[in-house]
């Protein structure tokens, strides 16, 4: 089996609703259609400031995504990365689609020069923290949300 990870196109807007509507639906979440049609044009926008995406191919499709942003940071000079959201399509799970969206990810980080690339999820989710725990370094900080 052949992975292959590329940015996301305009031309993969199907696959990648299939694909964030898997991720979404494994949180348990929903959101408008206007949320989807806003963050594809975000993402293939390619504007500096906005999210950007890649998606996993095994033998030709799609069968992962992922979604990060670049952004300042008060403890460094340089920008950090935010991986926001890491999906494989459950069939393909411990195929390494997940490890190669992140070292993706990683790649272009160290590339625009960021400080680091990091992420959340969460903490009942013991099957992707099995990865995230080889490959990262766990942080002490809680995440917190307060609705406006």
């Not at 049609?37 to 993402?43: G, N």
């Not at 993706?104 to 999820?121: D, E, I, L, N, R």
Request: hydrophobic share 35%.
């Amino acid at each position: 089996m052949s992975v292959e990870i590329r940015p996301l196109a305009k031309s993969d807007e199907a696959e990648w609703r299939r694909l964030w509507t898997g991720y979404l639906t494994f949180y348990e979440t929903t959101v408008p259609e206007e949320v989807y049609r806003t963050t594809f044009e975000r993402l293939t926008s390619g504007n500096d400031h906005e999210y950007r995406g890649f998606i996993a191919e095994l033998d030709g499709k799609p069968v992962g995504l992922t979604h990060y942003l670049f952004h300042r940071h008060c403890w460094s000079i340089e920008n950090v990365c935010y991986l926001q959201d890491l999906f494989a399509d459950p069939e393909v799970r411990g195929k390494g689609i997940g490890r190669a969206l992140i070292e993706a990810v990683h790649t272009q980080a160290t590339k625009a020069g960021a400080h680091s690339v990091y992420w959340t999820t969460n903490q009942n989710n013991a099957t992707a923290r099995q990865l995230y725990d080889r490959i990262a370094k766990v942080t002490p900080f809680i995440k917190y949300v307060k609705t406006v």
